[in-house]
C-alpha cells in the first residue's frame, strides 16, 4: 500500500508513534510518505520505502497566524496525486484530520482518498476540549474514514465527550522488542553515577502535565534513604523549573538534565527504575519503552496507563502526586534484588507479548485493508 502519514515532527509521543509506524510499515514493503513541516525526529529518511515532503507555510504581512492547515491539505492532496496515495493516516487530530479532509475533497472529482485519525491523548482530553476547538474536533472525529485511540480509556473519553458515533478501534502503543533490550550488566551507567548509585530515568517533553518536579521530589526522598541519580531525558517549559527545584533540594549534583536525546534505546536500559508521574496519560509510551527494556516503571493511576502496567506485577501504580507512595516503590525496586528481577522480567514479557510490533502494526494493516 501507498500510506501518507501526518504528525507533529518534534519531540512528542505521538510524533514517535506515527514515525516508527511508517518505519515498521516500510520494512513490511508499503511505500510510507511523510507530509510534515519538518523531519520527524526519529526519521532516518535514507530508509528504504520512505520518502519525506516537507510542508512549506509561508507567511505574509497580513497573516498574524500562517494558515498551516492550508497548506498541509494542499501538500497532501499535492502528493497523494503525484505519488498515487492510498490512503491519508494523521495522527494527533488538531489541525491534522481538518488538512486530510480538506485533501481529500480537493482530489475528490478525481479519485477516493480515505483518512485515518489516530487519537493521542491531549488531542482530546485537553486542547479538543478547549471551546475554540471542540467544535472542529468532534467535525473532524466524525468526517474521518477511519478512527483509531491508543487506549480503551481515550476512546471511552472521546465518545463520552465528544458524543460521536464513531466506531474507533483500540490499537496500543508499540514497541519495538528487538531495538530496545534490557541490558543486565548496566555498565554504561558509571558514566552519569560514577560511585557506582543506581539510575532513575525520567522521559518527556517537560508539559506541566507530566508533573516532572515530582520527579525530583522522589529523587531527594530516595536519596534520603540510598545512593541513586536521576537522568531527566528531554526538554519542554518545566524544565527550567525542575532545575530550579533540585538546587533549592540541595540535589543537582545527582541529576543529569540531558536534553533532547535520539536513541534512548541505548539510554534507558541504563536505569533502573523509569519515574512517570503524569498527570493524565492516555497510555505512556515512556513506560512501554522502559518495560521493553527491563526497566520497570513506577507511574501514576490515570488514564491508560493501567491498560499497560498492571500494578505489582510489571510496575507499580500509585495516586497523583504523592511522592511518598511513589518513593517506597521506587526504593523496593532499587533494594530488593530479587523483587527487582521479578518484576523487570515481566515488564520485558509484557512488552513482548502484548505490545510489540508483530503484535500492533498488523492492526493498523488490517484497518487501512479493511478501509480501502
Ligand atoms: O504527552 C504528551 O504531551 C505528548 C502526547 C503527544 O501527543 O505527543 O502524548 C500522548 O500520546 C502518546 C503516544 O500515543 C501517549 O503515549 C501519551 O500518553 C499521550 N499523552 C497524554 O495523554 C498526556
Known sequence: MKIGITCYPTYGGSGIVATELGLELATRGHEVHFITYANPIRLDTGAANIHYHEVEVSTYPLFQYPPYCLALASRMAEVAEEHALDLLHVHYAIPHSISAMLGQQMLAPRRRLPFITTLHGTDITLVGLDRSYFPITKFSIEKSDGVTSISNHLREH????????????????????????????????????????????HLSNFRPVK?????????????????????????????????????????SRHVTFLGKRDHVERLIPLAHVLLMPSEMESFGLAALEG????????????GGVPELITHGVDGYLEAVGDIGAQTKRVLALLTDGDLFAQIASAARETALTRFCTDEIIPQYERLYRELL
Open 211 to 251: 508533573r516532572v518536579l515530582d520527579c525530583i521530589r522522589i529523587l531527594a526522598a530516595v536519596r534520603n534513604e540510598y545512593p541513586a541519580h536521576l537522568l531527566m531525558a528531554g526538554d519542554g517549559p518545566d524544565r527550567g523549573p525542575a532545575e530550579h527545584l533540585a538546587r533549592e533540594l540541595n540535589v
Open 291 to 302: 518495560m521493553a527494556c527491563g526497566v520497570p516503571s513506577v507511574a501514576t493511576r490515570v
Open 158 to 201: 472521546t465518545l463520552e465527550v465528544f458524543g460521536v458515533s464513531n466506531d474507533i478501534r483500540v490499537i496500543y502503543n508499540f514497541v519495538n522488542c528487538t531495538i530496545y533490550q534490557p541490558d543486565h550488566e548496566k555498565e554504561g551507567a558509571r558514566q552519569f553515577a560514577p560511585e557506582g548509585e543506581k539510575l532513575l530515568i
